[in-house]
């Protein structure tokens, strides 16, 4: 476990550090920030599940466990998936409000 924080840490902040590097060079609107920090949270979420699955595929490990782990990934893919979809849905209702309230101006 401490080694995959770690790895998910060292990640981050690579991930984080270049694209403060590409924010530099130009202004990306809201939508492009949003897609780029949900596409890190899926690879953040892929790689968590590839690390407990290889950390689980020792033989002392108990079969309950291993049932309990991919239930938990599940339920943390399942929640990241429906906390993005929020996301997406409160932008477009912002854009939209900002729309309208320009044309009503």
Partial sequence: ?????FAL???SILVFSSTALKASTQQPSEKQILKARQ???RQAQKLQKR???QAYKNPQVSKAMRDQKKHELQREKRALR?????????????QKMLK????SI
């Fill in 51 to 53: 690390y407990a699955v």
């Fill in 1 to 5: 476990m401490r080694k995959l924080l």
């Fill in 100 to 103: 309208q309230s320009n044309k």
């Fill in 9 to 11: 840490l060292g990640i």
């Fill in 82 to 94: 429906d906390k993005q979809k929020d996301e997406r849905q409160d932008m477009k209702d912002r």
């Fill in 39 to 41: 596409k890190q949270e």
